[in-house]
């Protein structure tokens, strides 16, 4: 599974963004999808996940109440809505894929691509 992340850019303070990822190879259907993102100079940190039916996300406590994953399975497509982004959201951010149950260390995943950067100012 090849994993193309796009939408990032520089916004300010209070503004939304949507990321969005485009998976091609082979269905993410049977996929646990994720969003991870790294700032400078810090670990990768995870930000959200949703389960192969999209019924089921998870997140990460500091973006909890703000950002919204989801799927399209078929259009083989994960999406990132980010909402009242704050500038300590500002980080590359990637998505991934992994055949098995929920994981929120990247390493764990089969499948990541290369991030699309978000940055935002104050």
């Known amino acids: 599974v090849q994993l193309q992340a796009s939408g990032g850019g520089l916004v300010q303070a209070g503004d939304s963004l949507r990321l969005s990822c485009a998976a091609s190879g082979r269905s993410i259907n049977d996929k646990v999808m994720a969003w991870f993102r790294q700032a400078p100079g810090k670990e990768h940190e995870f930000v959200a996940a949703v389960t192969w039916g999209g019924k089921n996300t998870y997140y990460g406590d500091s973006v909890k109440g703000r950002f919204t994953i989801s799927r399209d399975n078929a259009i083989n497509t994960v999406y990132l809505q980010m909402n009242t982004l704050k500038p300590e959201d500002t980080a590359v951010y990637y998505c991934?894929?992994?055949?098995?149950?929920?994981?929120?260390?990247?390493?764990?995943?089969?499948?990541w691509g290369q991030g699309t950067q978000v940055t935002v100012s104050s």
């Open positions: 991934a894929a992994r055949s098995s149950w929920l994981a929120r260390t990247l390493q764990r995943y089969e499948y």
